[in-house]
């Protein structure tokens, strides 16, 4: 313990609080980039039981929790117990940032040997951190420049080994608000190509699966994160061919033009976090839940890191054929189907549509960035 305690002590930190770089006239504003950063919002339907929405613990609820006890601001703080002599409690978010712009990140925190930092800028940041806050809360501040490469960061917050508990409050990292996301229902292209979205996952048939096999089929996947969860290796499997993917499509299904924009970001941010952790590969897209969005649905995709919220122009779901646009399938099209018993069904339909049109079936990934 005294050699943790040595090594940290001896670390450059910064204890007092640094003030945001102030945006020229034409700079974005600067805003406040971290998801769920006063631990108000509640956690999505289909949520994971005792998980903090829009933070990954490693410690799980046996570590993390949200109370009521004592806040700094508000009604809610973040409170972690490391459990054992090799955790420190920690959690952390994924934080969608700029190349080669100047951040600050701050929180107030209560407790013994409380940090907060980042990684993945580019450039090596000391943590702030503070030996004791003697009963009270106390700000603790960084600010970090990112590499040429970054665009995201990782924000982390934690206790120490056998320190005992610490409670966070009021996080923020801020920076200069990034440009909303781009709303299509379709792509500009003058390839021959149409694109098969299959969404939500809850029903995963083996008729689909070798029916995709069998007619090397580019899918582009937005799976829930609990039914992907419960079979990862199907979609795996249904999106081996290249060009496939698996893509966002929220924690809980919600119709998100209802949510304000804290809890619309929480959604979005947390089923990327899903996604990537389940197939290695951070989402590109979004698909609102009922093609529902609105203009806090593209700030939010975009503070999550995704510029594209995806509807469709067609959708073959459940024996349906609607195309909405006169005529035939065109170039760029993007059909719409679900992960459900008719899927077989749905994609020798659509097939024989772009067929039809003179089309080919090719991937998001290859063709919208």
Known sequence: ???????????VALLTGLAAPVASADAPPTVNLATNPGFEVPSPDLADWGSVPGWNCTGGPAEAAVTTTAPHTGTSALTGTPANAESTGECAQTVAVQP????????????RFVYLGATGTGKD?????????????????????????????????HG??????????DVR???????????AGSVPTKDKVVFFTVDDGWQRTPEAEQFIADHRLPITAFPLPMPAAADPAFFKRVTAV???????????????????????????CDARDAMTRLFGTAPAFFRPPYFAWNADTLQAAANCGIRTVLTADAD??????????????????????????????????ALAAADAAGLKPAGLVDHLR
């Open 1 to 11: 313990m005294s050699t943790r305690l040595s090594a940290l002590a001896a670390s």
């Open 100 to 111: 080669d712009t100047t951040y600050t990140a701050s929180a107030w925190v209560h407790g």
């Open 125 to 157: 940041v000391a943590p702030a951190w503070t030996q004791t806050t003697e009963g009270g809360w106390q700000r603790l501040s960084t600010r970090f420049t990112t590499g040429p490469n970054a665009h995201t960061i990782r924000l982390y917050v």
């Open 160 to 169: 120490w080994y056998q320190q005992g508990p610490f409670s966070v409050d």
């Open 173 to 183: 990292v801020d920076g200069p608000a990034p440009a909303p996301a781009v709303a």
């Open 242 to 268: 290249p060009g496939s993917s698996v893509q966002d499509h929220s924690v809980s299904h919600a119709d998100l033009s209802n949510l304000p924009l804290d809890r619309q970001q929480v959604e979005i």
């Open 316 to 349: 073959f779901s459940w024996g349906a054929g609607n195309i909405w646009h006169p005529g035939l399938l065109q170039p760029g099209d993007v059909v719409l189907m679900h992960w459900t018993d008719t899927l077989a069904d749905d994609l020798q339909r």
